[in-house]
């Protein structure tokens, strides 16, 4: 069978070699887990998909501490509401730190550009789609925090914070909402 990419279904090794080499190296230390699904710590973190952010070592925590809810942007949208949700209700959660950072992608440029751009590089009209890029980091944090602690669905005690990441110096700059 031939999806819409011409790919024949069958997995591409060739394509993911570095990711499947470096698992087999993973899988020879690795000794397996007695931990559960829940965040032992409690903790659950929004943050960017940026591949400069480390979230347990930046943190201090280990596996099984926090759930890692990440996105273009570190932006709360409707599917990050939904796993809170289920996080806090199934899986231990009982606080969440809203986690944008320095030197965003999403922070320095607007939706029309992003549009622009990827129609002009790639010829695909993106305009059905909303990127949250984000115009001012704070006015974003804050709405975002407030989103989370308004949302009728969660725990009325559930504790929520924002926070800045600085990729440069490695600090958690944290905000008063």
Do not use: W
Not at 42 to 53: K, N, P
Not at 159 to 170: H, P
């Amino acid at each position: 069978m031939t999806n819409s990419f011409g790919a024949s279904g069958r997995f591409p090794t060739d394509v993911f070699a570095d990711a499947i080499a470096g698992n087999a190296s993973f899988v020879e230390s690795f000794v397996g887990t007695t931990l559960g699904g829940r965040a032992a710590k409690g903790l659950a973190l929004v943050t960017c998909m940026d591949s400069r952010i480390e979230p347990l070592p930046l943190l201090g925590m280990g596996v099984g501490d926090v759930k890692i809810l990440r996105n273009a942007g570190a932006r709360v949208t409707d599917d990050v509401l939904r796993t809170l949700v289920l996080a806090t209700y199934l899986l231990g959660v009982d606080r969440v730190l809203v986690m944008p950072h320095t030197d965003c992608k999403m922070a320095s440029t607007t939706e029309a550009n992003i549009h622009k751009t990827i129609f002009d590089d790639y010829g695909v009209d993106t305009r059905s789609e909303e990127f949250r890029t984000v115009e001012d980091q704070e006015v974003a944090l804050v709405y975002d925090v407030t989103r989370i602690r308004a949302f009728p669905l969660l725990p009325e005690n559930l504790t929520v914070a924002g926070a800045i990441y600085d990729v440069m110096s490695g600090a958690i700059l944290p905000r008063d909402i």
